[in-house]
């Protein structure tokens, strides 16, 4: 079955650029079925959709968070990059990774997550 | 400030059942029918619970079900056991350029 798994580093400086890789494994992530999306959820509080990407390039963000992201996809590797960049200490949070699903069953779901990663904004 | 009101927590004994209430606006839970719910227990990713309003995903217990009317979208658990207490988030499609929203979720305590 398809697997998510976020990686990248932990700690980030502030004003830095935060940049995570989300693997996909167990099927391929050009399936025109799902968009790739990042969601995060800072300590103790609710989610937040960050953005997504379909496997043509395609993306749609956040307008909160519009002008500091980008997500770009590497379909002969079978992943996708999140990178958001001048961050504060209010970007600190769990990254989830996770599939969108555009047509078929699940649709306008996210059925399938990564375990997430935290990262923490310090100097 | 979350774009769908959720409670922020609900309480219910095992074997009870309780309802968690998801309120949004004619661009998004009134307006579709792409309204999903993820249960989150601590330290854990949220899992997919209810999608399309009132369907569940195999794998998921018919003690989970969902329904909408208007512009609120509800999670019913009936049944309660032990295991389902964790956080409940909603989500839905929206018109707006937010595309997706998320409700600010809520702890569901089983007493």
């Known amino acids: 079955q398809v697997q998510l798994q976020e990686s990248g580093p932990g700690l980030v400086q502030p004003s830095q650029t935060l940049s995570l890789t989300c693997s996909v494994s167990g099927g391929s992530i050009s399936s025109g079925s799902y968009y790739w999306s990042w969601i995060r959820q800072p300590a103790g509080k609710g989610l937040e959709w960050i953005g997504r990407?379909?496997?043509?390039?395609?993306?749609n963000y956040n307008p909160s968070l519009k002008s500091r992201v980008t997500i770009s996809v590497d379909t002969p590797k079978n992943h996708f990059s999140l990178k958001l960049s001048s961050v504060t200490a209010a970007d600190a949070a769990v990254y989830y990774c996770a599939r969108d699903v555009w047509s078929g069953s699940y649709r306008g779901a996210f059925d399938i997550w990564g375990q997430g990663t935290m990262v923490t904004v310090s100097s | 400030q979350s774009a769908l009101t959720q409670p922020a927590s609900v309480s219910g004994s095992p074997g009870q059942s309780i309802t968690i209430s998801c309120t949004g606006t004619s661009s998004d839970v009134g307006g579709y029918d792409f309204v999903s719910w993820y249960q989150q227990h601590p330290g854990k990713a949220p899992k997919l619970m209810i999608y399309e309003v009132s369907n569940r995903p195999s794998g998921v217990s018919n003690r989970f079900s969902g329904s909408k009317s208007g512009n609120t979208a509800s999670l019913t658990i009936s049944g309660l056991q032990a295991e389902d207490e964790a956080d409940y988030y909603c989500r839905s499609y929206t018109s707006s350029s937010t595309l997706v929203v998320f409700g600010g979720g809520t702890r569901l305590t089983v007493l």
């Open positions: 990407i379909y496997p043509s390039g395609s993306t």
